[in-house]
């Protein structure tokens, strides 16, 4: 009876465009002078909800005069800059593992924390891998146009499976970072890993050799399922000899034995009198 007078609605997540442009519409109507980095930052930061959105550009108009910048933005989110994480991922580009360190470093300095930094440098290389798999025009890239770009080109320097791995290693030390004292060691471990990545076997090379090693057996398996002439007369020989392996230890048991060859349909004839001698 309650269910049948209930009204049921499925929220689902508002798409991070269709917000930055509300957001841009409420600012122009309101006279308010907003950036277009900004925008999308804060539709970001609403993970798909409209009124979170709202509720963050509120809290940014009181206390700006008459505007909304970026930096304050990512002084209210506690988020580093697009441009800082990009240096940082250039150093891991470079294969600078002391460079990526002095920046994560910084971010750390300027009040940051481990999990805000390891979480923008994950998105950031997601934007890199939909940009490489994508194009750099996907509306999966939740950034301004003119970062797109940007994006694309720092993507150009990496491969699609060290991109996949990245997103993948940025996602595992996000896991294990919480709720641990140390894990300043497991971000500065992933940081070196993915800056010295050639130092260490990658997904690519194993799956080659991998293959060569499989294409290897292959091959030595057909030959030696090739029947040869030597095999097919040694067959008979290697099950009297498998038989000879029983325990003979008397004349009687020479008799029963040999009998038993014959009636086998082996031939009678073969010695066994090689079983009485010490093994």
Do not use: W
Request: charged letters at 25%; a neutral charge.
């Amino acid at each position: 009876t309650v269910l049948s007078r209930c009204q049921r609605f499925d929220f689902r997540d508002i798409p991070t465009s269709l917000i930055a442009q509300h957001l841009e519409k409420i600012c122009k109507d309101e006279g308010v002078d907003v950036s277009e980095q900004a925008v999308f930052r804060i539709s970001r930061a609403a993970a798909g909800s409209m009124r979170d959105a709202l509720s963050l550009l509120d809290q940014l108009l009181s206390i700006g005069q008459g505007s909304v910048v970026e930096e304050d933005v990512i002084r209210i989110l506690g988020t580093p800059s697009d441009e800082r994480t990009i240096a940082l991922i250039n150093a891991i580009a470079d294969g600078d593992a002391a460079k990526a360190l002095d920046e994560l470093d910084g971010l750390i300095r300027s009040g940051l924390t481990l999990e805000s930094a390891v979480h923008a440098i994950g998105e950031m290389f997601r934007f890199m891998m939909l940009a490489a798999t994508c194009g750099a025009d996907s509306e999966l890239i939740e950034l301004p146009q003119s970062q797109k770009e940007t994006v694309a080109e720092l993507a150009g320097r990496f491969s699609l499976p060290a991109l996949v791995q990245a997103v993948a290693m940025t996602q595992n030390t996000m896991r294990n970072i919480r709720g641990i004292t140390s894990a300043r060691g497991l971000v500065e471990a992933m940081l070196v890993r993915l800056a010295c990545a050639d130092k260490f076997v990658d997904a690519k090379s194993l799956i080659e050799r991998l293959e060569r090693l499989s294409a290897g057996a292959s091959a030595g398996d057909s030959l030696t399922d090739r029947p040869s002439a030597s095999s097919t007369p040694s067959s008979r020989p290697a099950r009297i000899s498998g038989q000879k392996k029983k325990n003979l230890t008397s004349p009687q048991a020479d008799r029963t034995y040999k009998t038993n060859l014959t009636k086998g349909g082996y031939n009678s004839n073969v010695s066994v009198e090689s079983r009485h001698s010490p093994t």
